[in-house]
């Protein structure tokens, strides 16, 4: 072989390894942004919930008020 042969493929080694790499990191990267966007999810029902509680609070104070009034 010559040594611009070796050259060659030694560059297209280097570069299916950066594809690799690449491919490896775009996994990891799609896995994380799920992981994050699920809990994010999750917290925007425990967000939900909360503004329901408190809804719930309101409409029975509402209630107590109205019947004191009475």
């Not at 390894?17 to 994380?32: A, E, P, Q, R």
């Not at 809990?39 to 008020?65: A, D, M, P």
Request: glycine share 2%; charged share 35%.
């Amino acid at each position: 072989m010559e040594k611009k042969d070796k050259v060659v493929v030694a560059g297209l080694i280097l570069v299916l390894l950066f594809i690799i790499i690449n491919i490896f990191s775009t996994v990891h990267t799609m896995d994380d942004y799920e992981a994050r966007k699920e809990s994010g999810n999750e917290r925007w029902k425990q967000v939900e919930n909360r503004i329901l509680q408190t809804e719930e609070k309101v409409n029975t104070l509402e209630e107590e008020i109205e019947a004191w009034k009475k």
